[in-house]
């Protein structure tokens, strides 16, 4: 069975500092990871998307990694703003599962200081 | 826009009152789910469907029902609620299944 997990739970940082969001998955047979932000009391935004044959993609400041073989995908974020202050959730999904259901973790809450 | 919505946002019923919980996609997605988020549970799906006429369970489908008559409606059906049902509900759609998912603003169920 799929399990997820963000490590840390909360992450405060200054701004302009660059920082990385862990997540890890137990099973490396994942059709794609897909990583998402939410605001307090919103909807999930998707922010990237990683096939399993890709190893990373990018969006602005912005950049997903994607390690089958270790069961890990880091999300980047350079040079963070206030604005980027939000819960980050990342979910891995398996194609020949329930439809390709997310399976997701419990989420980064970030906080960036200005 | 291309977008995902959900009707109400907000909603406060009382036990056993037989509600539905809208959902409308506008991109022709084929595949449309339904999650849960509870604190220290996280996201968890309910039902999904393939196509129109085509669903199936998730993960936590008991007290749910569901219907896809249309391709972009995805109606969440509590015939008679109780207060563990009590969770903020999402909406999600993809092109197909596997393919990028595009979630709705959520829908804040309390139960007394």
């Known amino acids: 069975k799929q399990e997820v997990t963000q490590i840390p739970a909360a992450l405060s940082v200054p701004e302009g500092e660059n920082l990385v969001l862990n997540c890890s998955f137990t099973?490396?047979?994942?059709?794609?990871l897909q990583w998402f932000r939410q605001d307090p009391g919103k909807g999930l935004t998707s922010l990237l998307l990683i096939q399993s044959s890709q190893r990373e993609q990018t969006s602005g400041r912005l950049n997903a990694s994607l390690d089958k073989s270790s069961g890990r995908s880091t999300l980047y974020i350079a040079a963070s703003q206030p604005g980027d202050s939000a819960t980050y959730l990342c979910a891995a999904s398996d194609l020949y599962n329930q439809g390709g259901k997310l399976i997701f973790g419990q989420g980064t809450e970030l906080s960036v200081k200005p | 826009e291309a977008q995902v919505t959900q009707n109400p946002r907000y909603l406060i019923t009382v036990t056993g009152k037989k509600l539905t919980v809208t959902c409308s996609q506008n991109m022709n997605h084929e595949y449309m789910s339904w999650y849960r988020q509870d604190p220290g549970l996280g996201l968890r799906q309910i039902y999904y469907?393939?196509?129109?006429?085509?669903?199936d369970k998730g993960d936590v489908p008991e007290g749910y029902k569901v219907s896809r008559k249309e391709k972009r409606n995805f109606p969440l059906i509590l015939e008679s609620p109780s207060p563990n049902q009590t969770s903020l509900y999402f909406c999600a759609s993809s092109l197909y299944p596997g393919y990028e998912q595009y979630f709705g603003p959520g829908t804040r169920l309390t139960v007394t």
């Open positions: 099973d490396s047979a994942i059709y794609n």
């Open positions: 469907s393939m196509n129109v006429e085509v669903t």
